[in-house]
Nanobody
Framework: QVHVVESGGGLVQAGGSLRLSCTAS????????MGWHRQAPGKQRELVSN???????NYVDSVKGRFTISRDNAWNTVYLQMNSLKPEDTAVYYC???????????????WGQGTQVTVSS
């Protein structure tokens, strides 16, 4: 079993910054990728950014130049630095981990519970 825990959300004024953290633990043989998704009220969940084991990163167009994803050397924690926040960034942010399970080496995914980010205008 894999546990994914996010932290760092909160309320910030437009133009401000927040840093989200996500740590995965449990039956992980290897992490293939970790990423952040978000879901605003009445909208579908969307991929915000992800980072692969090779270090490749992806960003949705709306956050390019404002958000930066990074990981620690142990490769079980990822961060999302969010700068120049806008009211439209308001959403619940979820961390997702794609990993190979130590129990059977099958690739699986796991989600965190989400952390609320609210940007006031």
């Amino acid at each position: 079993q894999v546990h994914v825990v996010e932290s760092g959300g909160g309320l910030v004024q437009a133009g401000g910054s927040l840093r989200l953290s996500c740590t995965a633990s449990g039956s992980i043989f290897r992490i293939n990728a970790m990423g952040w998704h978000r879901q605003a009220p009445g909208k579908q969940r969307e991929l915000v950014s992800n980072i692969t084991s090779g270090g490749s990163t992806n960003y949705v167009d709306s956050v390019k130049g404002r958000f930066t994803i990074s990981r620690d050397n142990a490769w079980n924690t990822v961060y999302l630095q969010m700068n120049s926040l806008k009211p439209e960034d308001t959403a619940v942010y979820y961390c997702n981990v794609e990993y190979r399970d130590t129990r059977d080496y099958i690739t699986r995914g796991a989600w965190g519970q989400g952390t609320q980010v609210t940007v006031s205008s």
